[in-house]
């Protein structure tokens, strides 16, 4: 139970920064700025872990895991799930749902029906479909995943990775490709 207890406090912490970060930031710089927070955190955790009391003062005997070893990694695990399972998900959805997006586009019309071209042209706060596709190209560039020369784009050895891993995963859960 200790393990919860401090995992949660840590991930409020952590959703506490990440909201200032985002929030003070400009631009905020997206999943980096999470997964730094995350990485920044865990320390803080094993150390809120190590100087609390078994019981936190409060918890009754029979809730407590024993060894000490698994309630500090069952709080690591619990810490990085509520991340990946959460804290990023959310981030996912909010910042690159691009059917959410079309959603608010659409809510911001305040019930005028709009075209494509119009959905496309406004598409988040009027930077457009273009603007969208052209951000997240250059993701894959800064991250080292494709090379654009004379307009072509091809992926090098670490894109080449990680499309193999996501072409694995896709057949694993039998999803359909794309």
């Known amino acids: 139970m200790k393990a919860i207890i401090v995992a949660t406090l840590v991930v409020l912490t952590m959703a506490a920064t990440v909201t200032l970060t985002f929030r003070t930031l400009h631009p905020p710089r997206g999943a980096a700025v999470l997964a730094k927070v995350f990485f920044a955190l865990v320390p803080v955790l094993v150390v809120a872990w190590g100087v609390t009391s078994d019981d936190l003062g409060f918890l009754p005997r029979s809730v ?11 709080c690591l695990f619990f ?3 509520a991340f990946g399972g959460g804290v990023l998900q959310l981030y996912n959805l909010a910042e690159r749902g691009f059917s959410l997006r079309i959603l608010a586009e659409l809510h911001a019309a305040k019930g005028s029906p709009m075209s494509l071209d119009e959905i496309a042209e406004r598409y988040s706060d009027g930077r457009g479909l273009a603007w969208m596709y052209d ?6 560039v800064q991250q080292r995943l494709v090379v ?8 090098t050895g670490r894109g080449w990775f990680w499309a193999r891993r996501l072409a694995d995963l896709r057949r694993f859960l039998r999803l359909p490709s794309p």
């Open 135 to 140: 951000k997240r190209l250059n993701g894959l």
């Open 148 to 155: 654009v020369e004379g307009g072509a784009v091809t992926l």
């Open 64 to 74: 407590l895991a024993e060894p000490a070893w698994f309630d500090l990694t069952a």
């Open 79 to 81: 810490y990085t799930a």
